[in-house]
């Protein structure tokens, strides 16, 4: 399976960079056709949805390769991308986690989560600066 995976990520990245995207839809459109249940295709089209900043379809895309191979780390990294654009930090970290859990050397990942770890950081030190507004007693 993994063979013809990777004959499918190779496939597509050849047509999105001679074609552009468009081609690069039409092709995973034609693999999904024949096959809806390509975890592979699935998330070929989910990174194409991210690109074309359809977050959460990306999203739903890549949830749907996921239920399938619960071991795509492409899936993973791009469910993390977009969680992380849909302002979901905290959860695209365990998504980059699981892909890095799955490919220790995946670069994109480690990157990824670094981006979110440092928004996460700088929502927690605003959070920590912000002045505490002084308990009003109640009016009955």
Not at 46 to 51: A, D, K, T, V
Not at 106 to 118: I, R, S
């Amino acid at each position: 399976m993994r063979k013809t995976a990777c004959g499918i990520s190779k496939n597509a990245l050849r047509t999105l960079s001679t074609n552009g995207v468009d081609g690069a839809v039409l092709l995973i459109d034609c693999m999904l056709n024949s096959d809806p249940e390509s975890s592979d295709a699935l998330a070929a089209r989910s990174e194409i949805l991210y690109m074309r900043k359809r977050y959460q379809e990306a999203l739903e895309c890549s949830e749907r390769s996921l239920l399938i191979d619960p071991e795509n780390a492409a899936a993973w990294n791009t469910k993390g991308n977009a969680l992380y654009m849909l302002g979901r930090y905290r959860e695209a970290i365990e998504c980059y986690d699981r892909a890095i859990e799955l490919e220790p050397l995946f670069v994109k990942a480690w990157h990824n989560k670094k981006l979110a770890l440092e928004h996460v950081v700088s929502q927690l030190r605003v959070h920590a600066t912000r002045p505490r507004s002084r308990s009003r007693s109640r009016r009955a």
